[in-house]
């Protein structure tokens, strides 16, 4: 399934006039520089065909189609009129200058192999450059020390295309394609039809934490996987033209997917800005989610795949790059999925088009399949839309995201750590890798966030002593879609609204905001003047023994607003509070000794509520 959807993508991208996809026996690679040759092979210029990036200093590589680059083991083996310097000039930088002259060897066989008898300037004066050229001259080259090690291709002087891009030698490598097809005739296990089996599949580039030269998807390595005396990925059988189309798509949405530029510092970003040319570059098709590199695709041309990454990993507000549009798209999708309408589509999509999700993660040379969802443009949009509805919170301060992203969220589950400077950062490391795949299956499935996760964000509110608006949004939404599926006895749906609900009766979210009102009490009447609060002192133990804690915060209570009513300015503020704190402990029966692990998150959503609820008709108030 996963890789006939992948070669029905690549079948989609073929009839795109707008996209640049390599044909089979093709590949887009990263090329540095070109070798810029007379009608007689003779080195006229040696050029540095490198981008200029945006930002930075650091050139970067342009991305070329180039014929089909060879899988190399530990042994020499040539790609077709390009390549390292190894290779193409029997130099390098490695220190080991027999091999390179050996692969120098290796690329000019191939290079006559295949153009000996061609009717083409350009190959005659590759060869002829090939047969002259001496490698201990290349560290004389202008450059050498930048160039070294790195992928060259050649050009004729006075021609605008290069030596590989010529009608006569595509020719020549098609057919040279064709004829080392092997593997007998089988049935390809992904269109169904009498094919040559790939031996071995083309690898996959872009997966992060994978080897830089690529890695494989499908693959047999030790006798123990394969059966009736058949090799490598005959034990499989995909057809040639199959995998190769499975692969490029892949690797099309991994080499563009503009969300490497919150990675990869922008590497991958300005490469595939800077690869488009004149068009404006593709939108992005891949995203972080944990350890798992995931890239989404429609089987038909869509908004929605366009939104969904826009949708799912939104940015911060001061974003000024972000698209209003797309804002307004997601509005209008949450607001509908809330009303319990049908998800807004947009453009002539069709609510039935195919929908898919994949995330990779690294294992080895090989690639593992960390998810799979097939859905479609209806219910993942409907999904993606419950999700930021059950989020939903009056936040802590208005300049926080509405509908926060998946890092943001996963983040919160990572410890808090404090810089030098006093600024408080997270690391995407101390997130648990399995989590972040969690997390993305409750969403695109509907289903229950993972307990972990919630453990993990109860845990950081009880170490840190206070609860952020993404923590009470997890808090929300996983209770949310908890009472969905079954009733809980702990928690009702009072609760679970985006600001205070003053008639809940839950034990725990009463005693939250108590206590929530005791330090606001606490805080006015030192006129903000404290070194450390109730909060920073009993938090933990009054959201897990309350019994032990609010006898004596009652008690302390009574000082503090002995003290307000002495203060002319705050009597009113006094007999305000004095009967808030009345109003919520009448509400209670009995403070327990003991909260339950749900309690305890209902006690985080009730401070959450009841502070947001104090200030915010302060600021009101003030405002008036």
Known sequence: MILQALASYYERLLDDPDVDVAEPGFSTEKIHYEILLGPRGELRAIDNIQISPEKGSKLLPRLLKVPAPV??????????????????????????PERAQEQFAAFRVLAHALGDGLDDDGMRA????????????????PGWDDMAGLNVVFRLDGELGHVHSRPAVREAWLHHVEAKAGGGDAFCLVTGKPSSAARLHPSVKGVRGAQSSGAALVSFNLDAFTSYGKEQNYNAPVGERAAFAYTTALNHMLARGSDQKKQLGGTAEAVRHAASGDRPPPRRRVLMVGDATT?????????????????????EPDDEAHDGEVMQRLRALVAAVAAGKEPPLWYGDKADTPFYILGLSPNAARLSVRFWYP???????????????????IPRYESEPQYPSLW???????????????KVIRKIEDIPPIMAGQLMNAIVNDVNYPMSFLSRIASRILIEKDITTCKASIIKAYYLRRLRKYNSEQVTIKELSMGINEESTNVGYLLGRLFA??????????????NTTIRDRFYSSAATTPNNVFPRLLSLTQHHLSKMRKDEKKIGLAVIREKQLQTIAWSLDVIPSK??????????????????????????????
Request: proline share 3%; net charge negative; aromatic share 10%.
């Open 71 to 96: 899988k190399r083991t530990a042994g020499v083996a040539a790609n077709f009129l390009w390549d390292n310097t190894g290779y193409v000039l029997g130099a390098d930088a490695k220190g080991k």
């Open 126 to 141: 590759v060869l002829a450059f090939l047969d002259v050229w001496n490698p201990d001259e290349a560290a004389a080259l």
């Open 295 to 315: 890239v989404f695709w429609t089987e038909k041309p869509t908004q929605a795949e366009i939104d969904f990454g826009e949708f799912f990993d939104n940015p």
């Open 375 to 393: 859905s479609t443009v209806k219910v993942m949009m409907q999904r993606l839309g419950q999700h930021f509805v059950d989020l939903a919170i």
């Open 408 to 422: 943001k969220l996963l983040l919160e589950t990572a410890p808090a750590r404090k810089l030098s400077d006093g």
């Open 517 to 530: 009102v005791l330090e606001k009490i606490q805080h006015e009447s030192a006129d903000g003047n404290l």
């Open 595 to 624: 909260l339950s692990l749900d309690n305890q998150n209902m006690f985080s959503l009730g401070f959450f509520h009841q502070r947001n609820a104090l200030y915010q008709k302060k600021e009101t108030s003030a405002a008036s």
